[in-house]
């Protein structure tokens, strides 16, 4: 019964590859998100979808492309990896303006 | 634009001691205010928040916090530290544009020594 689960929860891939990350959350929120967690533990926003709509899009890279197929999925798919692309991946959930978000346990990819 | 500082990287106390983790702020309106929790290899977890109603915020886990307007803190404690309690502690404002976005401090890790 996880609110929000992410897979992988690991990925070891080579540089120049295509990967996706998937999230799906049963909390029936309309908000999702995907933060970046780099090497020294620091969290930053990537992107945030209400209702399937983008509404946020935090100066990522091309190389990075949100999907959300419907309100309970949001995947990010990466393509041509780079190693500066390592780091942990978190899936968030909220509903609507309220204000916590719920976490998944995270996806740590590593780009060899 | 709003920012969050977490004063100490890593905070060491030993167990059932006090626990202080620093945490101000940034904010030109009225802040909205998080702790979460970060178990080692695991997802974040809400500690607690502040929503501009009581200042004194109880959370789970004995942890609590307090708003301080005039000193721009929102600094968590608990008053007698854990083993269990070992982790990261992240403390985040919300953006106050119109959509709902985390602004997170670098985090302090919490060690408990027996």
């Known amino acids: 019964d996880t609110a929000v689960s992410q897979t992988p929860k690991y990925l070891v891939t080579q540089m120049g590859n295509d990967k996706s990350i998937k999230c799906e959350q049963n909390?029936?929120?309309?908000?999702m998100y995907w933060y970046k967690q780099d090497s020294k533990k620091f969290l930053k926003i990537m992107f945030s979808y209400n209702n399937k709509e983008l509404i946020i899009n935090e100066t990522v890279p091309n190389r990075f492309s949100p999907k959300s197929p419907d309100k309970a999925h949001l995947n990010l798919h990466i393509n041509s990896l780079e190693l500066g692309d390592s780091a942990v991946y978190f899936c968030a959930s909220s509903q609507g303006m309220e204000l916590e978000a719920f976490f998944g346990q995270g996806t740590r990819l590593t780009v060899v | 634009a709003q920012s969050v500082t977490q004063l100490g990287s890593h905070v060491s106390v030993s167990e059932g001691a006090l626990v202080l983790l620093r945490c101000n702020y940034s904010s030109s309106v009225p802040p909205y205010l998080f702790w979460y929790v970060q178990y080692p290899n695991q997802g974040l977890q809400l500690l607690l928040k502040y929503t501009s109603a009581a200042t004194l915020v109880k959370g789970i886990n004995g942890f609590e916090a307090e708003f301080k307007k005039s000193e721009t803190s929102f600094h968590l404690t608990n008053p007698s530290a854990h083993m269990s309690d070992a982790a990261e502690y992240f403390c985040?404002?919300?953006?106050?544009?119109?959509?709902?976005?985390?602004?997170f401090g670098a985090g302090t890790r919490l060690a408990v020594h027996p």
């Open positions: 985040a404002v919300r953006n106050s544009g119109g959509y709902n976005k985390l602004i």
């Open positions: 909390l029936g929120h309309d908000t």
